[in-house]
């Protein structure tokens, strides 16, 4: 397995509370991401990033942001949970362009 | 918008008969990426085709791809309970940006013992 470490696995949190999720890898690999995955949708990308301080948008980044001061660790923060915002989320590490991208576990959100 | 969609969404078959998914996307790539998924559970990769490859196995997993058509398949041999999951394709486009997965909504397979 490749070693990325999500937490929490599991949060109970409620509408309007700000919330971080964490990724941690332990493979130096340039490349990170935070997917959500949901009923009908599949997975879709949220924010990933290429490098330390380094981060773009991806398909659904509307209500959170991203961090990675260090190469293995990519914060996923919501800064105002919502209803809507209750998924399922993956990190995935890379090493560069074209190679294999490898998922954590998942950290299950349910905003109440 | 959704690339990579596989068909058929939902497949049932008896232990020890093949199974074979099928995924179409849009746009050029750089590879296309199969992963298996079970219920409750990560991601967990199973083959990487590039762009210049065709065909490539993996034990009992055979993946084709076809860039002319812009569609892959997958091959699961002599199937076992254990196979069942949901089963995925994400493509890495070509050029810029090579480096994002785009995912499908999946096949989910069921193997009855």
């Known amino acids: 397995d490749a070693g990325i470490t999500q937490s929490p696995r599991h949060k109970v949190t409620e509408t309007g509370t700000p919330v971080t999720l964490r990724c941690h890898q332990t493979e130096n690999h340039r490349y990170m991401y935070w997917y959500r995955q949901d009923p009908g949708h599949g997975l879709r990308l949220i924010h990933y990033?290429?490098?330390?301080?380094?981060?773009d948008k991806g398909e659904v980044s509307d209500g959170y942001s991203v961090s990675r001061s260090k190469t293995e660790d990519f914060l996923l923060t919501l800064e105002s949970a919502t209803s809507s915002q209750t998924s399922v989320y993956f990190c995935?590490?890379?090493?560069?362009?074209?190679?294999?991208?490898?998922f954590g576990e998942g950290s299950w959100l349910t905003v109440v | 918008s959704q690339q990579g969609e596989e068909d058929p969404q939902a497949l049932s078959i008896q232990e020890g008969e093949n199974a074979t998914m099928n995924c179409s996307y849009k746009t050029s790539i750089n590879n296309l990426q199969w992963y298996r998924q079970n219920s409750g559970r990560g991601l967990v990769h199973l083959i990487l085709?590039?762009?210049?490859?065709r065909e490539k196995h993996s034990g009992r997993l055979r993946v084709t791809l076809d860039t002319s058509k812009k569609s892959s398949s997958l091959l699961i041999t002599a199937s076992r309970a254990a196979d069942t999951a949901s089963y995925f394709c994400?493509?890495?486009?070509?050029?810029?940006?090579?480096?994002?997965?785009?995912f499908g909504k999946g096949t989910k397979l069921s193997v009855i013992p």
């Open positions: 990033s290429y490098g330390v301080k380094d981060t």
């Open positions: 085709i590039r762009s210049n490859e």
């Open positions: 995935a590490i890379s090493q560069g362009q074209g190679n294999t991208i490898y």
């Open positions: 994400a493509r890495v486009r070509s050029g810029a940006g090579s480096y994002q997965l785009t």
